[in-house]
């Protein structure tokens, strides 16, 4: 909403500066996006008339003329705009005048001394005209500077309104809230009935009630169309940013700025029978005022006559029942629309309007008498006419309610946090024209009747807001906070996602946030999700979709750094996972899991001297994922994953649980993405990471301890998993431990067999072993390994 300063000043003048009255909007809610002055900077600048406009001697385009500029005498000044005439009354730069980028001296024009500028309105900044002199009003004053005369020290506030403030698109709405917030007397327009010259009337048919509960129309005969605009009229609607068209059409914007109601013209000539508000008939074409030719959907509502569609309700006329120069006489409409009926129906067809800007936000219900008495008393003083009576339809029942609402003192002393008495509240919420009732029965309660103009009225915390504006967010205090602190109880069997954090920088990667939004593709490749959860309106086509695994946004970043010559990458991401019932998952019952993935590339190690690049590989993350959990109780298990490699990826489970996987990232999505090298990721339920088993105490062995090592061989497709839980089940008290250490295959053994070397460690805490008993120990271990996984021990 942009409007100048000085006709909102006309309403209501605060002693406030132009600074302080825009902070006083923003801080009111209605924030000022740009405010800027209504003309470029000119000095020395005055109305002259031309006394005479001679051609110029030497030369054909140019005209010697003599200016009388008041007290500054009459001037000799060489001019070359076509309309100079003597008696014209135009600006006049004088010498040392200082214009948009120019400054006025005196100078000689072919052999002619000229003593000024006679000025063009491009020259002065004030539009792009340049098509001659900017011609003034007969009565304009010589000698008057003129940025006086035409007000051009003027400001153009623009206010950038919330959705729900549509009571503030027009002056007399923003006058209200000046008022409110400063106390300064409001003047707004007096509106008297006109009296009518005649009984002509058309009569009005509500036949779409719901999108029209109110229309007034009313008939004026014998109207100068070809009239002038008043120049304070042009002007200030040319401030608000509307360009003037003719006198008719510039009264129905003016009202529509000064007071909020639309209103629309028909040329009456055009138009047959009664007024009906109607919807379309299938396939029934209209044809705009912007010569845009419309098919409007079941659900538009249209302003038609007995014959045929005249307008788009509440949006745009039609071409055909339009005003022209030739009206003489004109039915004029002022009527409320539901915001329902008109919300969205112009964006559908590639425009909006001032109309329809107003109307799909909300505008006053009771508004539309007082409209069309202002704008035809307008008309009558500017193009003349005899005014009918005015018709008025109402449908009751589809006009919007105004409810009451309570209001609490203690409620709003508790949201606000700070105590108004009941006279204070009073005193502000009728500042606002609400109209407000002490409850007899409650103590400090107001019964608050919202005013037709005010749709964002309809619960109790909005007037608690109106009271917070008015009083005024400056005003509130904002004392520190007190409360009795404590500290929280920290347990030692759970960490924060914090340390987690901590402990993957450690080990070298690097945290990413990525979108939880993410290509369809991505869910099918690492997820094998054909059923994902689509976004209704996704910010792009490549983010149309909730992740359910974090990896492939992994890839999304490695596939960045790769595009920049980032070889070596090692991130990580601690985030939350979205996935339909029927998708399942590691943990069962989460809908929104949050989990912790991480993705290496590249070399183990950071290039250095001391060492070779040895590319990244499986162990190298299962070493960083055991760093993450506890090692005790830990299994990784030959897995089938969507996104990991057939051979190279495990899940990772504790205590029998499955939480997460470990892998290679398949051949398949290494070559779409183009990635080079395989990276390999790791994805892990988050709350398995923050859960901790607490540490106990096990006494320490003075004694040394025995190792013996054995080689078993088995067959090449046994997982060792299961021979190490095998062992340790079956091993006696004095074993500590059972590793694998060296994996063989090749000359020496049968074809389709393989070498598996344990290291066994034996250690007790109150003597040194035996022989013996280390011997026994080693022998049921391997005559476990032989019953149970037909393994021969290798000589």
């Known amino acids: 909403m942009q409007f100048p300063e000085s006709w909102l000043r006309a309403l209501v003048n605060p002693p406030l500066s132009t600074d302080e009255l825009c902070h006083l909007l923003t801080m009111a809610g209605l924030e000022v996006e740009e405010r800027r002055p209504a003309a470029a900077d000119f000095s020395s600048v005055v109305v002259a008339r031309i006394l005479t406009a001679e051609k110029h001697p030497d030369a054909d385009k140019l005209r010697l003329c003599s200016v009388d500029t008041g007290e500054h005498g009459v001037l000799a000044i060489v001019c070359g705009a076509p309309n100079a005439a003597a008696g014209m009354l135009v600006p006049c730069a004088l010498v040392g005048a200082k214009l948009p980028g120019l400054e006025i001296k005196k100078a000689k024009v072919r052999g002619i001394e000229s003593f000024g500028m006679l000025c063009s309105a491009r020259e002065l900044g004030l539009s792009e005209d340049h098509g001659g002199l900017l011609p003034l009003p007969a009565d304009a004053p010589i000698g008057q500077d003129v940025r006086r005369y035409l007000n051009l020290d003027d400001t153009l506030i623009t206010l950038k309104l919330t959705p729900n403030r549509a009571d503030c698109l027009s002056l007399s709405g923003i006058a209200r809230e000046v008022a409110a917030l400063t106390g300064a007397p409001l003047t707004l327009p007096v509106v008297a009935a006109v009296a009518s010259a005649h009984d002509a009337t058309r009569a009005v048919v509500l036949d779409a009630p719901a999108a029209c509960p109110r229309y007034c129309g009313r008939i004026v005969r014998g109207v100068d169309a070809r009239a002038a605009t008043p120049d304070w009229m042009k002007q200030r609607i040319e401030r608000c940013g509307i360009r003037p068209i003719s006198a008719l059409v510039d009264i129905t914007n003016y009202v529509m700025l000064e007071l909020g109601q639309p209103l629309h013209a028909f040329d009456d000539v055009q138009l047959s029978g009664a007024i009906h508000v109607r ?168 019964i608050v009747t919202p005013p037709s103009r005010r749709f964002d009225i309809a619960i109790e915390e909005d007037l608690i807001e109106e009271l917070a504006r008015l009083h005024g967010y400056d005003n509130i ?97 601690i985030g939350r996972c979205f996935r339909n019932a029927a998708t399942g998952g590691p943990v069962p019952g989460f809908d929104q899991p949050l989990r912790v993935a991480g993705l290496c590339a590249a070399t183990a190690l950071p290039e250095q001297w001391g060492t070779t690049g040895r590319p990244v590989d499986f162990f190298d993350v299962k070493a960083d994922v055991e760093a993450l959990l506890a090692p005790a109780g830990l299994r990784f298990e030959k897995v089938q994953h969507p996104a990991l490699h057939p051979g190279r990826a495990a899940t990772v489970s504790r205590d029998g649980v499955v939480i997460g996987v470990v892998g290679e990232l398949h051949p398949r999505w290494v070559q779409k993405y183009e990635l080079g090298a395989a990276p390999i990721v790791f994805e892990l339920e988050l709350a398995a990471l923050l859960a901790c088993s607490l540490p106990s105490y096990r006494e320490i062995s003075r004694f040394p301890a025995v190792t013996r090592d054995i080689a078993l061989v088995v067959g090449q497709e046994q997982p060792v998993q299961p021979i190490l839980d095998a062992l340790m089940s079956k091993a006696a008290t004095i074993v500590r431990g059972v590793e694998l250490f060296d994996v063989y295959q090749g000359k020496g053994l049968a074809d389709g067999k393989k070498s598996l070397a344990f290291r066994i460690v034996m250690q007790d805490t109150q003597r040194t072993l035996s022989d013996g008993e280390v011997e026994a120990a080693v022998v049921e271990l391997v005559a476990t390994a032989q019953s149970a996984f037909y393994a021969e021990l290798r000589k």
């Open 279 to 446: 919807y379309p008939t299938a396939g029934e074409q209209l044809l705009l005022l912007n010569e845009q030719t419309v098919t409007p959907g079941a659900d538009t509502a249209l302003i038609a006559d007995e014959a045929k569609a005249l307008a788009m309700a509440g949006i745009m006329g039609g071409e055909h029942s339009g005003i022209n120069d030739a009206t003489t006489d004109l039915f004029l409409e002022s009527a409320f629309f539901t915001p329902d009926a008109i919300a969205g129906k112009a964006r559908t067809l590639g425009f909006s309007s001032d109309a329809s800007y107003r109307y799909e936000r909300g505008v006053d219900f009771e508004l539309q008498r007082v409209a069309i008495e202002r704008a035809t008393q307008l008309i009558l003083d500017i193009c003349g006419g005899h005014p009918g009576p005015v018709v008025e339809a109402v449908a009751t029942s589809h006009l919007p309610r105004r409810d009451t609402v309570r209001l609490r003192s203690s409620r709003a002393a508790k949201v606000l946090g700070i105590a108004l008495t009941p006279t204070q509240i009073e005193s502000l919420l009728s500042g606002l024209g609400l109209a407000c009732v002490r409850d007899q029965d409650g103590d400090g309660d107001f």
């Open 477 to 573: 205090p904002a004392p520190p906070p007190k409360a009795h602190m404590a500290m929280l109880p920290q347990t030692e069997s759970s960490r924060m996602p914090r340390d987690v954090r901590q402990l993957l920088a450690d080990l070298g990667y690097h945290e990413v946030v990525n979108f939880s939004f993410v290509e369809s593709a991505w869910e099918r490749d690492f997820c094998d999700n054909v059923a994902p959860i689509t976004l209704a309106n996704p910010i792009t086509s490549q983010a149309s979709v909730m992740r359910s695994s974090l990896i492939g946004g992994l890839v999304g970043n490695l596939v960045a750094n790769r595009s920049r010559q980032v070889d070596r990458v090692r991130v990580f991401e």
